[in-house]
Each structure stands twice: as structure tokens, then as C-alpha cells.
């Protein structure tokens, strides 16, 4: 999956008379005032995206509460690789799945924070893990400097989640995410890509549009300011 900010109707209307206004100190270029509001942009969406983010704690709680009324949550396919990548789990010749970690053998549970879970109880906990931890990984998957959001939003563990470049010549900005970035750049296009994740980024292209007016304005105003009366 592939989820691209870029060439924005909003931006393209204002974007020539903020570069004309932003470039008239010392030596900046239209690249410059480009990167300046791909920026902007990219720190309010983050912010947008960290606002529509439940409480901490709250989907976990949520998905506690649901297993104790009998509702299992869906197990994910990433949850089920990490369990079964952690705990080398593998079929027997029965069938049976077993956890081929131990050297004695195939087990079936393990004890996890002072509790001995089966498979089946690790998959919940992962998943649970992974649906507690996904609002934070969106609002991380725009995270970039305001100076200088060329190159990668990273995890905390150096992988990327999107990349931000100069396109046509440096006419243009565009935030990408994609597979071919890495996978998890992927499942951050297709968070960003519900209907609560863009109307995340649109007020973040909203908020960045009204300082860009704003900045234009002040910077106009103090023009006119400065012709003698």
C-alpha cells in the first residue's frame, strides 16, 4: 500500500507569494520556502494525528474488558509472526503447535510478567500490544524536524516509516509512505489512510495553511508599516 501527501491545491495557491515574501532575507531560495512549510506541514499533522490518538491505556483496557465478557480480539498477522518468531513455534507431527525455544523440547505456555500464558494467551497479549502501540506509530510515521524534514521519519529502532523529498527540480515536496520503503511503512499508509486518519492530515494541511497566511500577512503588514506617512 502506498499513501503520498504532495502537490497540494492549498499550498500551490499561496506557496508563490509566501516564497516571494519568505525569500526577500539574505540569500533563501524557493527550495528553501518549500522545505520550510513541508516542515509546517508535517509537524501539524503529527499533531492532528497525536489529537484523534485515544488516551494511553484506554485500548488496552477497552480489549481487557472485551475478554472478560468473552470477546476475543482478532488475532493480527504480525502479532502471530512475532509470537511465533520469538518462541520458534512449529507443528509436531501430531500437528500440535509447540514452542521449539527450550532445548528439552517443545513446550506449550511460557511465563510472561510472573504469568504462564499458552499460544493462544500470547497472541491476545501481542495483539493487544500492537493495537495499544498503532496511534502512536502513525503520529511517529510524520515525525520530522520543522527545519528540515528532507530524508526519513524513523521507529526507535532505526526502520522507516516514511521519506520526505524535493520532487520536479525542487518545485515540489512530497511525504511518501510505501512498501517499498519497508513494511511498516505500509501499515502506517494504512492507518493514515481511514477515514479518521485524513481527516487528520487535512487539518494538518489546514493549520499549516493558516500560518502560512498568517505569516504573509505580518510580513506584508510590516511593509506597509514602513513607507513614511
Do not use: C
Amino acid at each position: 500500500m502506498e499513501l503520498k501527501i504532495a502537490n497540494l491545491a492549498e499550498f500551490n495557491r499561496f506557496l508563490p507569494t509566501y516564497a516571494a515574501v519568505f525569500t526577500r532575507k539574505g540569500d533563501r531560495t524557493w527550495q528553501d520556502a518549500i522545505k520550510k512549510q513541508a516542515g509546517e506541514l508535517a509537524y501539524h499533522v503529527n499533531q492532528a494525528v497525536k489529537r484523534i490518538a485515544p488516551a494511553k491505556g484506554f485500548i488496552t483496557s477497552d480489549l481487557l474488558a472485551g475478554l472478560k465478557r468473552g470477546r476475543v480480539p482478532t488475532i493480527s498477522a504480525r502479532a502471530r509472526r512475532l509470537v511465533f518468531s520469538r518462541y520458534n513455534v512449529a507443528q509436531d507431527s501430531s500437528g500440535q503447535l509447540g514452542m521449539y525455544k527450550y532445548k528439552k523440547g517443545p513446550r506449550f505456555s511460557a511465563v510472561v510478567g510472573g504469568k504462564r500464558l499458552n499460544l493462544q494467551a500470547l497472541l491476545v497479549r501481542q495483539t493487544i500490544r500492537l493495537r495499544e502501540s498503532a496511534p502512536g506509530f502513525l503520529a511517529q510515521s510524520i515525525k520530522y524536524p520543522k527545519s528540515d524534514p528532507i530524508g526519513a521519519a524513523r521507529n526507535k529502532h532505526g526502520y522507516k516509516l516514511s521519506i520526505g523529498r524535493f520532487l520536479d527540480n525542487g518545485s515540489s515536496f512530497q511525504f511518501r509512505w510505501s512498501n517499498s520503503e519497508s513494511p511498516l511503512s505500509a501499515l502506517a499508509a494504512k492507518g493514515l489512510s481511514t477515514s479518521k486518519g485524513q481527516q487528520a492530515i487535512q487539518e494538518g494541511i489546514d493549520a499549516a495553511k493558516v500560518n502560512m497566511l498568517k505569516y504573509i500577512t505580518d510580513r506584508i503588514g510590516d511593509r506597509i508599516n514602513q513607507i513614511p506617512k
